[in-house]
T-cell receptor, first 115, second 114 residues
Framework: AQSVAQPEDQVNVAEGNPLTVKCTYSVSGNPYLFWYVQYPNRGLQFLLK??????LVKGSYGFEAEFNKSQTSFHLKKPSALVSDSALYFC?????????????FGRGTSLIVHP | ETGVTQTPRHLVMGMTNKKSLKCEQH?????MYWYKQSAKKPLELMFV???????ENNSVPSRFSPECPNSSHLFLHLHTLQPEDSALYLC?????????????FGPGTRLTVL
């Protein structure tokens, strides 16, 4: 069975500082990995995905994520945080083949960026 | 906006009421999903429709009944709900069920069951 762990319920960072939101996964075979963001009173919005190729994936709003197969991780990063980045972030995984095509989501990490 | 709309945005109902949630997508997608989002819990997949056919029912109680009359519309009919069913119900769509495709989510319906 596939699973996603987001070990931090909340991440606090000062505006202008780099941010990292952690995600580790478990899946049979190769993974397809996704990050979504949820702003208050909104649904989830797609940020970026890793399918194949370059381990560093660039996405919307200046976010990027690094796929590390040996550590089964897909951490979300941004070089300089903005107050407007404060939101709930979800990591999701699907197996590239076999198993269930349904994505499995993590519990979410609340990112708070302080002015 | 993501191209997926949901109505109503907020709903309060008693345990004996019958109500329906509506989802509409304007993206030309063929797969639609219902999720339940509760605080401090992972997103729970409820139902999946692909080309109007239900392909997944994730052991959802029968008090939740989905309907997909066409590829653009998805309903969730509710009856005799329990207080623990109070949650944010999210609709999503994707081009199809391919594994490398991202989903587009609506803003959700905040449901409170009294």
């Amino acid at each position: 069975a596939q699973s996603v762990a987001q070990p931090e319920d909340q991440v606090n960072v000062a505006e202008g500082n780099p941010l990292t939101v952690k995600c580790t996964y478990s899946v049979s075979g190769n993974p397809y990995l996704f990050w979504y963001v949820q702003y208050p009173n909104r649904g989830l919005q797609f940020l970026l995905k890793y399918i194949t190729g370059d381990n560093l994936v660039k996405g919307s709003y200046g976010f990027e994520a690094e796929f590390n197969k040996s550590q089964t991780s897909f951490h979300l990063k941004k070089p300089s945080a903005l107050v407007s980045d404060s939101a709930l972030y979800f990591c999701a995984v699907r197996p590239a083949s076999g198993g269930s095509y349904i994505p499995t989501f993590g519990r979410g990490t609340s990112l708070i960026v302080h002015p | 906006e993501t191209g997926v709309t949901q109505t109503p945005r907020h709903l309060v109902m008693g345990m004996t009421n019958k109500k329906s949630l509506k989802c509409e997508q304007h993206l030309g997608h063929n797969a639609m999903y219902w999720y339940k989002q509760s605080a401090k819990k992972p997103l729970e997949l409820m139902f999946v429709y692909n080309f109007k056919e239900q392909t997944e029912n994730n052991s959802v109680p029968s008090r939740f009944s989905p309907e997909c009359p066409n590829s653009s519309h998805l309903f969730l009919h509710l009856h005799t709900l329990q207080p623990e069913d109070s949650a944010l119900y999210l609709c999503a769509s994707s081009q199809d069920r391919e594994r490398d495709i991202e989903q587009f989510f609506g803003p959700g319906t905040r449901l409170t069951v009294l």
